[in-house]
């Protein structure tokens, strides 16, 4: 695998890089040369094509975690011994080698020419050039007084894991990270929705499809705001969940669902902060993001009445931002339309309700929950069970799943009409619909 060759292929690319620029007699006679380094790199990156000054940042700030004291093999080589302030680099609190600064950098790229570190200082280490915008990289702020170049150039430590294995992990569910990865084995023939709701889905997965075309091929990136926002409303059980799993499924998307008894806090100023961890993680990963129960946080705001009701506006008013500037799939579930904030019902591009399935629709449901080595008794009658019994999806699998253990420890796999009314009875009782 090319990205196990990146840590062998990083000190030939930097001595070459240095003899070349800077007449180094240290020019390196190993093999793989630098030309191998960018063969290897170049495809974690296959929608940019990478240049010089692309190399070089993502190798210093790369070199570190590799080879903690090649810089310093390197710029002792290359420019003597002794203290060259021109190169930048400083010194971590337990990392003892060299780590390199924006300074580094634009002084390997331009050395002393003043137009050309000009140009550099505001293309390639300006905050919207890529390598920055798609948090590939990050300058960290100088200390206070210092000039800017003097902070850290740094790798996002996902990058540092891609690049040196080939793979990232998925983000530990926890208060650093409020939401867990949803997965599903149903596929959209499992999924009983009413027509118009299943049209309206269709065209959510118009926009995952050719969204992106959409906005760069046919220039409506320039008026209207990126990314997709949808409201699922509806009540429970009624396939908001698992739509947002088959969407994320059907088109190769990790879909999170967003755990906002994590997210909200009592402390001021903590549930933006969980909010904003949340969403920097999930930026430019084309992750779709479930926020269940939706109301908890985005519900309508109040009248100023004390300090509370201004933090909580100010909350939804930050939430609000962050929602529209997302450039993925964000999907809001509620049981009621009506406790939504009108400010985000306006920034939908689809509000889809998920009704109470109707008989025709049920009775699906009950054929589709059967399991395949299940028999129905000559009495059971799902038809009629459909007409009689007002139960949604998850009510309907629930009773199924209820009927089958007990069929199960009855040594038997046939299913007679009183052990579905029996289940039936038992999901009522529980969702207090009867007495």
Same mark, same amino acid.
């Given at each position: 695998?090319?990205?196990r060759?990146?840590?062998?292929l990083?000190?030939?690319?930097?001595?070459d890089?240095?003899?070349?620029?800077?007449?180094?007699?240290?020019?390196?006679?190993?093999?793989?040369?630098?030309?191998?380094f960018k063969?290897?790199?170049?495809?974690?990156?296959p929608?940019?094509?990478?240049?010089?000054p692309?190399w070089?940042?993502?190798?210093?700030?790369?070199?570190?975690h590799?080879?903690?004291?090649?810089?310093?093999?390197?710029?002792?080589?290359t420019?003597?011994e002794?203290?060259?302030?021109?190169?930048?680099?400083?010194?971590g609190?337990?990392?003892?080698?060299?780590?390199?600064?924006?300074?580094t950098?634009?002084?390997?790229?331009?050395?002393e020419?003043?137009?050309?570190?000009?140009?550099?200082h505001?293309?390639?280490?300006?905050?919207?050039?890529w390598?920055?915008?798609?948090?590939v990289l990050?300058?960290?702020?100088p200390?206070p007084?210092e000039?800017?170049?003097?902070?850290?150039l740094?790798?996002?430590?996902?990058?540092?894991?891609?690049?040196?294995?080939?793979? #990232? +992990?998925?983000?530990?569910?926890?208060? /650093?990270?409020?939401?867990?990865? *949803?997965?599903?084995?149903? $596929?959209?023939? @499992?999924?009983?929705?009413?027509?118009y709701?299943?049209?309206q889905?269709?065209?959510i997965?118009h926009w995952?499809?050719?969204?992106?075309?959409?906005?760069?091929?046919?220039?409506?990136?320039?008026?209207?705001?990126?990314?997709?926002?949808?409201l699922?409303?509806?009540?429970?059980?009624?396939?908001?969940?698992l739509?947002?799993?088959?969407?994320?499924?059907?088109?190769?998307?990790?879909v999170y669902r967003?755990?906002?008894s994590?997210? #909200? +806090?009592?402390?001021?100023g903590?549930? /933006?902060?969980?909010l904003?961890? *949340?969403?920097?993680?999930? $930026?430019h990963? @084309?992750?779709?993001?479930?926020?269940?129960?939706?109301?908890?946080?985005?519900?309508?705001?109040?009248?100023?009445?004390?300090?509370?009701?201004?933090?909580?506006?100010?909350?939804?008013?930050?939430?609000?931002?962050?929602?529209?500037?997302?450039n993925g799939?964000?999907?809001?579930?509620?049981n009621?339309?009506?406790?939504?904030?009108?400010a985000f019902?306006?920034?939908?591009?689809?509000?889809i309700?998920f009704?109470?399935p109707?008989?025709?629709?049920?009775?699906?449901?009950?054929?589709?929950a059967?399991?395949?080595v299940?028999?129905m008794?000559?009495?059971?009658?799902?038809k009629?069970?459909?007409?009689?019994?007002?139960?949604?999806g998850?009510d309907?699998m629930?009773?199924?799943?209820?009927?089958?253990?007990q069929?199960?420890?009855?040594?038997?796999?046939?299913?007679?009409?009183e052990d579905?009314?029996?289940?039936?009875?038992?999901?009522?009782?529980?969702l207090?619909?009867v007495?």
């Open positions: 695998m090319r990205h060759l990146l840590p062998h990083i000190a030939p690319y930097l001595t890089y240095l003899h070349s620029h800077f007449g180094s007699a240290a020019k390196s006679d190993s093999k793989p040369i630098a030309s191998d063969v290897a790199l170049a495809p974690f990156f929608t940019h094509r990478l240049s010089e692309d070089l940042l993502l190798s210093l700030s790369l070199v570190p590799l080879d903690p004291a090649l810089l310093d093999r390197l710029f002792a080589n420019f003597g002794g203290d060259f302030p021109q190169l930048g680099g400083v010194r609190k337990q990392h003892r080698g060299i780590l390199p600064t924006a300074e950098a634009l002084y390997l790229l331009a050395g020419d003043a137009k050309a570190r000009m140009h550099l505001q293309t390639c280490l300006a905050p919207s050039y390598l920055f915008q798609e948090q990050q300058l960290e702020p200390l007084g000039p800017r170049l003097s902070g850290r740094l790798m996002h430590p996902e990058y540092v894991e891609l690049l040196t294995t080939g793979q #990232v +992990s998925p983000p530990r569910f926890g208060m /650093e990270f409020p939401a867990q990865r *949803l997965s599903t084995r149903q $596929e959209w023939d @499992d999924l009983v929705l009413h027509p709701t299943r049209q889905v269709q065209n997965l995952l499809e050719y969204g992106s075309r959409l906005l760069s091929e046919w220039g409506l990136e320039r008026k209207v705001a990126p990314g997709y926002r949808v699922f409303y509806g009540p429970p059980g009624t396939g908001k969940t739509t947002a799993n088959l969407l994320g499924k059907s088109t190769g998307r990790d967003v755990d906002l994590l997210v #909200v +806090s009592k402390y001021i903590e549930t /933006e902060k969980n904003s961890t *949340l969403f920097d993680k999930a $930026e990963k @084309d992750w779709i993001l479930f926020f269940d129960e939706a109301d908890a946080l985005f519900g309508k705001r109040t009248g100023v009445r004390d300090a509370h009701d201004r933090y909580a506006n100010q909350e939804i008013s930050f939430l609000l931002q962050r929602v529209e500037t997302y799939l964000v999907i809001l579930a509620s009621f339309m009506d406790n939504i904030d009108e019902l306006r920034r939908f591009q689809a509000i309700h009704p109470q109707r008989p025709n629709e049920r009775l699906l449901l009950w054929q589709k059967l399991p395949p299940v028999e008794a000559p009495d059971a009658d799902l009629a069970l459909s007409e009689q019994y007002d139960l949604s998850a309907i629930n009773v199924m799943h209820f009927c089958c253990l069929a199960m420890s009855q040594n038997t796999r046939t299913l007679s009409q579905l009314i029996t289940g039936i009875q038992r999901e009522l009782q529980k207090r619909k007495k």
